[in-house]
């Protein structure tokens, strides 16, 4: 009875569409590779066909006839990456390609992490829809960005009446296609939010299916409470909750990841979605007030603070801050480990340390004096840099855990402009090279999952991430034995290599060493958007 339903099906599906006739042509079919399906399974051996922007056929060997046919000859075939933590807004307009991101893989970027995001959103989503891209992208809303539009930058709690208004933005971001709700209690204004309120917020998101994840309120002497805070308010918003970029700052602080990744499996034991995400370096970037100058001094904005730094007692109380945390966290007890990767005023300064500057001012290079150069680079106009502060071991159990996953925080650099973190360039690779092909602490097929299926599940993302017949054609073609990143923290302009092929919705955007002229990459939306 079901075959000849099934014989009947097919005889009309052949009457209707006589040119698709049993040897219907595809697209494009790569021959003889190794997938790695993307869900942490062994690779095996087969042919795959792409037809249009998905994917038609995954056999031992496929021999219709294809429009293309690329023979891998071996090579790894794995889903397409999906880089959960970026901040490709600063540059995707400029370089719409994202070479760095394609040439290692990555087919899909969401933006809006840190609690940073357009505010709405929507037109941010319009204005990638009108730039034609390489890649796909989403977006996260970011809590502190709704925060600074209803109460500023300042540090105080919200009124009910402000917090109903930014739960109307929120609900209002979910509908126009986030992703969920970023935080970055680090950051200022993120970082004057009490939980409860964060929570408020998250109570908007979790009928939307949206998730929370967060740069965390505190890496460093702090770290486990905001490991808890992180936990509860998934608990109490309910909704999926990601520590972002997992990292002990300090060597005070070096080693807990012990007990940070024992609260998460205890919380996963007892039933909370909790999740974590981390890039393969000990190293962090970010701007150099926001690591660095205390929060206190940084309420108001700018203006406020370059008011402070003028008024002389003031200026010894942030001096003398910014000397602690040089210290104790972000300098890990030398000037020298806070490298500068950007000062848009004087690019010259790029690649130059704390140390070297004061020296260059006439200062010994002690924590002091280093804080001295740190209050002249901000009134200055501010600078990007790269902080050395973190413990290898702590990154490598971060990494093999099975709720973390793959994710640069990186951006679209300008190629050589800079001298911006190598994680833009290398995040991918770096990790299928150097911990899962020299170190052996991950398998090929669970690297991939960290980079694919988890997190696409994670947002939701239900037709990308598997290479399995129906989904789409995101997939990176690689060879196992030369994957390698390239970029440097002293030349980080290099792409990754050892990718001869990545494909997204179908299309062939990076092959043989050279980006092509497709522009497949699509936006994504969250299911606020599709569902209501
Ligand atoms: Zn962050």
């Known amino acids: 009875m079901r075959t000849l339903f099934r014989s009947l099906f097919v005889a009309a ?11 219907a042509p595809y697209d494009l079919v790569l021959r003889n590779a190794r997938i790695v399906d993307g869900t942490g399974a062994p690779w095996y051996r087969a042919d795959l066909a792409v037809r249009g922007d998905t994917i038609a056929a995954i056999a031992p060997t496929i021999s219709s006839p294809a429009k293309r046919v690329v023979d891998v000859n071996d090579a790894v075939v794995a889903p397409g990456f999906i880089d959960l933590h970026t901040h490709a807004a600063r540059g995707i307009f400029h370089v719409p390609t994202a070479d760095n991101y394609v040439r290692q893989g990555v ?5 809006g992490p840190d609690g940073g995001s357009p505010v709405p959103l929507k037109p941010f989503l319009d204005k990638l829809e009108a730039t034609p891209r390489s890649i796909n992208i989403g977006s996260f809303l970011g809590q502190g960005s709704v925060r600074q539009r209803v109460v500023g930058l300042a540090n105080r709690t919200a009124t009910p009446e402000e917090i109903v208004r930014m739960q109307g933005i929120v609900e209002q971001g979910m509908r126009d296609g986030a992703f969920g709700l970023s935080t970055g ?3 200022v204004p993120g970082t004057f939010t009490p939980l409860s309120e964060v929570i408020e917020l998250q109570k908007v998101v979790s009928p939307y299916r949206g998730v929370h994840t967060s740069h965390m309120r505190n890496e460093a002497a702090r770290v486990l409470e905001s490991v808890r805070e992180t936990i509860a308010i998934g608990v109490e918003g309910g909704v999926p909750t990601q520590i972002s970029h997992h990292k002990l700052v300090g060597k005070m602080n070096w080693g ?9 499996d205890e919380a996963r034991a007892r039933g909370v979605d909790a999740t974590i995400d981390v890039y393969p370096y000990t190293a962090s970037s970010t701007s150099i007030h926001a690591a660095l100058i205390p929060s206190w001094a940084l309420e108001g904005g700018s203006r406020e603070t370059l008011k402070r730094l003028q008024d002389p007692a003031s200026r010894a109380k942030i001096k003398s801050a910014i000397a602690g ?5 972000r300098g890990a007890g030398d000037p020298r480990n806070v490298v500068i990767a950007l000062c848009n005023w004087d690019p010259t300064l790029a690649g130059r340390n704390l140390a070297e500057l004061a020296q260059a001012r006439g200062m010994e290079p002690t924590p002091e004096n280093a ?5 002249w680079l901000t009134e200055q106009g501010g600078c990007r840099a790269v902080f050395h502060s973190m413990a290898e071991d702590d990154l490598q159990r971060i990494i093999v ?8 925080d990186g951006e679209v650099p300008l190629f050589g402009e800079g001298a911006p973190h190598p994680r833009s360039y290398g995040t991918f690779a770096r990790v299928l090279a150097v911990y899962v092909r020299e170190r052996r602490l991950l398998t090929l097929e669970e690297a991939v999952r960290k ?16 290479l399995r017949p129906g989904m789409k054609a995101d997939i990176a073609v690689f060879d196992p034995a030369r994957v390698r990143d390239a970029a440097t923290f002293e030349k980080p302009h290099q792409y990754a290599e050892g990718f001869s092929h990545v494909l997204v919705n179908g299309q062939i955007v990076y092959e043989n060493g050279a980006m092509t002229a497709a522009r497949p990459g699509r936006v994504l939306y969250g299911p606020g958007k599709t569902r209501y």
């Open 371 to 375: 804080a001295e150069v740190v209050a």
């Open 256 to 264: 807990k990841s012990v007990e940070t990744l024992k609260l998460v």
């Open 107 to 111: 087919t899909t970027l969401l933006e």
């Open 401 to 408: 855990h099975p709720a973390a996953m793959i994710a640069s």
């Open 451 to 466: 980079m694919s299926a988890f997190p696409a599940a994670r947002i939701g993302l239900t037709d990308r991430g598997v």
């Open 185 to 187: 209690l680090f950051y």
């Open 13 to 23: 599906a052949l009457a209707i569409h006589p040119a698709h006739a049993a040897d």
């Open 325 to 329: 945390l040089l210290r104790n966290e």
